[in-house]
Nanobody, 118 residues
Framework: QVRLVESGGGSVHLGGALRLSCAVS????????MRWYRQAPGKQRELVAS?????TPNFVDSVKGRFTISRAMNTVFLQMDSLKPEDTAVYYC??????????????WGQGTQVTVSS
């Protein structure tokens, strides 16, 4: 069974930094895009950053220049610098994973809280 386990959330002040990690475990054939989403209270879940299997990153405009996404083996990282109160949300890891003989499907982590105070 495929599992995504996140870590690294917490509380910081304006301008602080956090590094989120998401480790994927289990038996699977191949992993494709890895993504970080976030959901603030009363808001829809939004895609924050993604990284392709080839390592190509993409970011939502609001975090460009402040967040970095990377992947190594079966782990994806989100380095968050210059954090702002509007970054406060539950952050979810997502990965597109192929578990043979099924086609690729999305798998989710349990979420980790990030709180930025002013």
């Amino acid at each position: 069974q495929v599992r995504l386990v996140e870590s690294g959330g917490g509380s910081v002040h304006l301008g602080g930094a956090l590094r989120l990690s998401c480790a994927v475990s289990g038996n699977f054939f191949r992993m494709y895009d890895m993504r970080w989403y976030r959901q603030a209270p009363g808001k829809q879940r939004e895609l924050v950053a993604s990284i392709s299997r080839a390592g190509t990153p993409n970011f939502v405009d609001s975090v460009k220049g402040r967040f970095t996404i990377s992947r190594a083996m079966n782990t994806v990282f989100l380095q968050m610098d210059s954090l702002k109160p509007e970054d406060t949300a539950v952050y979810y890891c997502n990965a597109q994973i192929e578990v043979a003989p099924n086609p690729p499907a999305d798998y989710w982590g349990q979420g980790t809280q990030v709180t930025v105070s002013s």
